[in-house]
């Protein structure tokens, strides 16, 4: 089967490298207090596996990054650290999922009409996204370099955090009445170990072949800019005191 190209970071080793640091505890940690062990749970873009634990179903629309998630769970069975049944396949959220209405206790993921219709009467859906982000010293000027372009590529006009009670709100979740909990997260690169790996995680996405920096040169990017950028990154991860923060919305709905 050929490689989907509709996901605008692509699936190349830095952005895998990237989300595979993602765990259960830095990302899905406001999920865990409602979780219970016999909930059958579905990960929608799980992505290399880091996060898919317990009794889960976790799809995605990329075999290879499929089969990286898949030789995680083998890998996590073989060492007994796994306290549930793993399964992984293949799906397209966009055209629809291959579950039944009412199947899961819990989805965590992103798109949400179609989560809703899997989702249980009292299930659950969580959601974390982006919502802001800063780097210090200001003067490298990264906020526009990066972030402003980032949010380009991806094709929106602004993070997805802020927005998300909104959609919440639209696709049929019952705001109001206290069936969608708020929250936010945090995530930080300030000492000099963190902040290289994270600098060239995001320099080696913006390298020319890779699909993320296609990303950015279909929204308009030009070459030059996209150099500079990497460029301020790497000045920027070589800055003694230099940190970033990134804002992130944490929701927890239920049906």
Request: with cysteine.
């Amino acid at each position: 089967m050929s490689q989907p190209t509709n996901y605008t970071q692509g699936y190349s080793r830095s952005t895998l490298s990237s989300h595979a640091s993602r765990t259960v505890a830095s990302d899905a940690s406001f999920l865990v207090p409602y979780i219970k062990p016999t909930d059958k749970i579905l990960d929608v873009g799980c992505g290399p596996g880091t996060i898919t634990v317990g009794s889960v179903i976790g799809i995605d629309i990329s075999d290879s990054v499929l089969k990286v998630a898949s030789e995680l769970v083998q890998k996590l069975q073989s060492e007994n650290k796994l306290k549930g049944p793993v399964s992984l396949q293949q799906a397209d959220l966009l055209r629809g999922l291959p579950f039944e209405d009412d199947t899961f206790d819990i989805v965590y993921a992103r798109t949400l009409k179609e989560m809703r219709r899997v989702l249980k009467p009292g299930g659950i859906v969580a959601t974390r996204d982006a919502a802001a982000q800063h780097f210090f010293p200001k003067s490298l000027d990264l906020e526009n370099l990066l972030t402003k372009n980032m949010i380009k590529g991806i094709g929106l006009e602004e993070w997805p955090g802020p927005t998300m009670v909104a959609l919440y709100r639209q696709v049929g979740f019952d705001v109001d009445g206290g069936k969608v909990k708020v929250g936010s997260g945090t995530s930080c690169h300030a000492d000099a170990e963190s902040r290289h790996w994270w600098a060239d995680g995001l320099s080696g996405r913006l390298q020319k072949g890779d699909p993320f920096r296609a990303s950015w040169i279909e929204a308009g990017i030009e070459e030059k800019t996209i150099d500079e950028c990497v460029a301020r990154l790497k000045e920027w991860a070589e800055t003694q005191d230099a940190w970033y923060g990134m804002l992130q919305s944490e929701i927890v709905a239920w049906k």
